[in-house]
């Protein structure tokens, strides 16, 4: 069972958003913010937290992976035909692959050869699916539909046709095929701290313990941000119904039992109101008790006027002065900065301030992805500015300085003075300073003394007030007013407090009486009651909120990553050996990367793999610090043939300009090693690097393998015309002579039909081909391929055959001086007469003529020095 397979079947234990975020592991290599939103969103909807705009998990499925097929099934692709809807590439064409060895794809850029990859990785389930496949731009939407495309393949012999349709699953024959291009390449090189490498799909469960991780960070954020504030209800706690049910509020309270003791009927109201009198004013020791609680209220109030008072009193004051006087004056003397750097040169208004450093910032951050082989702000003058994405030039030096300005001590102090004020101001505008007195408390205070009530609502207000004074200082610099002392109520709270309590202990001392215990206990439950329906929706809510902690407590045990760490050791066990370490060092080896190694090692920790293949490196930093672009291409075209090479079955490869960003040593590499692949396998490789090509042609013929060329033109019909012809560049002496002749056929219609201009602008391109020609004939033919400018080798063997005369060096001069005279447009903006086409047409013919000559001369010669 293949690796993949293995985490399907794994992930179909997994709960339906963990299985969501595998999906999306495997689609891309980086998840979006988006992402990370969704997974958040289901992870909750999956414990009891609905999500506002009712997202549902995409659990991974069959059909996103490649489909198993038998290691006996031996499957070949013979045609990709019937294509529609797919960018602007013309519809009913037919692009053949041959079985066995190596088809070649040339197609220029912009010539649609991208259409046909994008196609190839969808219906192949390759490992890279997000470049969307769109219908052509210039149809009206109602002649556009799905993309579709028919695969002729053979089965074991038995030819068929496989069709398929963008948004539906991909034929699972058609998973036999492996795809590599530049997209893919990126998901081969770790770029974490540790160097390794890691076969494609094993390293989703490191990235899965990653998201579990970020999940648990998003968790705890808003399990802090939606604690419930109990301390309100501290007045209700007792030995009461009510009492008791508030003590132990929790995420289990229901609704229903915070609405049975807070709703009273008139009878209830009416009783608790006859026994409040009575026991008032018959029962001494009962109105002891009474002013008991009062006192307890009243003593908690003073209380919190005196913690929420010492929030905002002097001492306060003062720190966030010191602090904001302290920012005030670095961030004046990073603006004198700012000002004597953009006076030593003419820059924009505002150049130094917040708007332009924030700018700036941006700019060092995107340069890391637009520049990664570049050191910010180190960019140099040829590199394009991160901002206007032109030439930098004298800008670079610039950037230079703007960065040393950055740097400058006025400037970082002014940050660090920020953040300490920011650390110090940040909880401070969070404070709540209302001090949730509710009705009946504010009512009996303001019964036993109106002054002190009336007090008690001002330094509330007084509270608030002080508090966006303090903010708006913060910012304005403008302190007058904020440091003087607010008039706290706290202290005459709590000699009320005293008061109300030597009532008691007086009414008690006097009084023995007993008698109504029973009633007194009613009383309480009712008063409790009562109190409790004043403030029922705040514990509602309080209960709510209780509930959502609950809910986000089991969200934690849902992003444990032990299990991860389980199945990726087990999966390593299997995946991760001694013989890929072999086959990935073989293949470095082979594609010029030999310096670099891999090592078999052990290790686990959250989600990482038991066994990991480390990558060699010289230093410990980023391997894209360290190692060039065409380093990381061959390591990333290595991975594949070797993870390719120790998979099941001799399934087909395909190659999406696979030698992007290498040189030409590491082009004839890669050229002789999918030669040495295609005496294996089925090989087809998409390129637009015609020297590669022809290294791939070369390295063919030396290993024989049958190899197949081709190219995708743009014509009126479309983009993407199969031809089965290469370009004029990469044809032979002898086609491109027959393309001549095709070409003199037109010229020679334009001249009858009197399109003169035309007619000479053609004329001018076919001298050009001419002496495109002339050049390949020297090589072709006069020097027999002893040496040729797009192979590595100079055959000395082909000597035998080469004769060159005093004739031919004539035949050649003449040529090339005729050609180039009329080349380039040459004749038109000089004035120069261009030939008529029979004078062309014979000029092709004495070339055609010359070939055949030394041809038949070479062969002859040859023979005789070979006898």
Not at 141 to 150: F, I, L, P
Not at 701 to 730: N, W
Request: charged letters at 25%; a neutral charge.
């Amino acid at each position: 069972m293949s690796l993949l397979q293995e985490i399907l079947n794994w992930s179909q234990g997994l709960p339906a958003w963990k299985s969501d975020a595998v999906a999306r592991l495997l689609a891309k290599q980086t998840l979006t913010t988006e992402d990370q939103d969704d997974l958040f969103a289901l992870l909750k909807a999956a414990n009891g937290i609905p999500d506002p705009k009712g997202r549902n998990p995409n659990p991974l499925t069959a059909d996103q992976i490649p489909a198993p097929v038998k290691a006996t099934t031996h499957v070949e692709l013979l045609a990709m035909k019937n294509m529609r809807h797919v960018n602007a590439i013309a519809e009913n064409q037919r692009l053949s692959f041959i079985p066995h060895g190596m088809t070649v794809i040339y197609g220029d850029n912009g010539s649609g050869k991208s259409g046909y990859s994008r196609v190839f990785k969808r219906a192949c389930r390759a490992r890279d699916q997000m470049e969307a496949i769109y219908p052509n731009a210039a149809l009206p939407a109602s002649q556009t539909g799905k993309a579709e495309a028919v695969f002729e393949i053979k089965i074991d012999g038995s030819v068929q046709d496989e069709h398929w349709s963008d948004g539906k699953a991909a034929p699972a024959t058609l998973s036999s095929f492996a795809i590599f291009d530049s997209h893919c390449a990126r998901a081969y090189l770790d770029s974490e701290d540790d160097f390794s490498y890691v076969p494609y799909g094993l390293d989703v469960f490191e990235r899965l313990a990653k998201v579990c991780k970020h999940l648990k960070t998003a968790i705890e954020t808003e399990h802090t941000q939606s604690a419930a504030d109990l301390t309100a209800f501290a007045p209700l706690h007792g030995e009461t119904a009510v009492g008791k049910l508030i003590s132990g509020l929790s995420a289990r309270t229901t609704k229903a039992q915070i609405e049975a003791l807070a709703t009273l009927s008139q009878e209830d109201l009416a009783q608790h109101a006859s026994l409040d009198k009575s026991l008032k004013e018959n029962n001494p020791k009962e109105k002891a008790t009474q002013l008991r609680l009062r006192a307890r209220r009243v003593a908690a109030i003073a209380t919190n006027a005196k913690n929420k008072g010492a929030l905002v009193d002097h001492t306060v004051v003062t720190r966030l002065r010191k602090l904001a006087d302290s920012y005030r004056t670095a961030q004046s003397a990073a603006a004198l900065a700012a000002k004597q750097f953009t006076a030593s040169e003419s820059l924009l208004p505002g150049t130094g301030g917040e708007a332009w450093r924030e700018l700036f910032d941006a700019a060092r951050k995107f340069a890391e992805e637009s520049h990664p082989d570049k050191v910010f702000p180190e960019l140099g003058t040829d590199s394009p500015c991160p901002l206007c994405q032109q030439p930098l030039a004298e800008g670079a030096a610039r950037l230079q300085r703007f960065e040393s300005f950055i740097q400058a001590e006025a400037e970082k102090t002014a940050q660090e003075r920020r953040l300490a004020l920011y650390a110090e101001y940040k909880p401070f505008i969070a404070n709540i300073l209302t001090l949730n007195i509710d009705d009946v408390t504010y009512g009996e205070i303001e019964g036993l003394n109106p002054q002190l009530a009336n007090d008690v609502k001002v330094f509330e207000k007084s509270l608030v007030a002080r508090q966006e004074a303090i903010k708006a200082a913060v910012i304005s610099h403008e302190w007058e007013g904020t440091e003087q002392a607010l008039g706290n109520p706290s202290a005459q709270l709590q000699v009320l407090a005293n008061k109300l309590n030597a009532d008691a202990e007086t009414l008690e001392i006097a009084s023995d009486e007993k008698a109504r215990a029973a009633l007194q206990k009613q009383f309480i439950e009712l008063d409790a009651r009562v109190r409790l329906s004043q403030v029922k929706d705040a514990v509602v809510l309080a209960v709510t909120r209780l509930g959502h902690q609950a809910k986000l407590k089991k969200c934690l045990s849902d992003i444990k990553t032990n299990s991860i760490s389980r199945k990726a050791s087990e999966l390593a066990e299997k995946v991760v050996s001694k013989e890929l370490a072999e086959a990935l060092n073989c293949e470095f080896k082979a594609l010029g990367v030999g310096m670099l190694r891999v090592s078999l090692q052990s290790r686990s920790d959250r989600g990482k793999a038991l066994h990991k293949l480390k990558l060699e490196l010289p230093q410990s930093r980023n391997p894209g610090e360290i190692l060039s672009e065409g380093e990381q291409r061959a390591i990333a075209i290595g991975s594949f043939l070797a993870e390719v090479g120790l998979s099941d079955g001799k399934g087909g490869i395909v190659f999406d300009d696979p030698v992007s960003s290498l040189d030409h040593r590491r082009r004839e590499r890669v050229a002789k090693r999918l030669a040495q692949e295609a005496a294996q396998r089925q090989v087809i490789v998409f390129t637009h690097d015609i020297y590669f090509l022809c290294l791939l042609a070369e390295e063919a013929k030396l290993a024989t393998v049958p190899i197949a060329t081709q190219s995708l033109t743009r014509r009126s019909e479309g983009f993407g015309v199969a031809d089965p012809e290469l370009p004029f560049e990469g044809k032979s002496t002898s086609k491109r002579i027959k393309a001549l002749k095709a070409q003199h056929q037109t010229i020679a219609k334009l001249h009858r039909d009197g399109e003169e201009q035309q007619c000479q602008r053609q004329t001018v391109d076919a001298y050009f081909r001419l002496r495109m020609t002339w050049e390949r004939a020297v090589e072709e033919v006069l020097l027999r391929e002893v040496i040729l400018r797009f192979r590595k080798g100079v055959e000395t063997q082909r000597l035998a055959g080469v004769v060159v005369e005093d004739g031919d060096y004539a035949k050649v001069y003449a040529g090339m001086t005729k050609c180039s005279n009329y080349a380039h447009d040459k004749a038109l903006q000089g004035g120069i007469a261009v030939p008529d086409p029979d004078e062309l047409l014979a000029d092709i013919m004495e070339l055609d003529a010359w070939r055949e000559g030394i041809e038949k001369r070479g062969k002859m010669t040859a023979q005789k020095r070979k006898a």
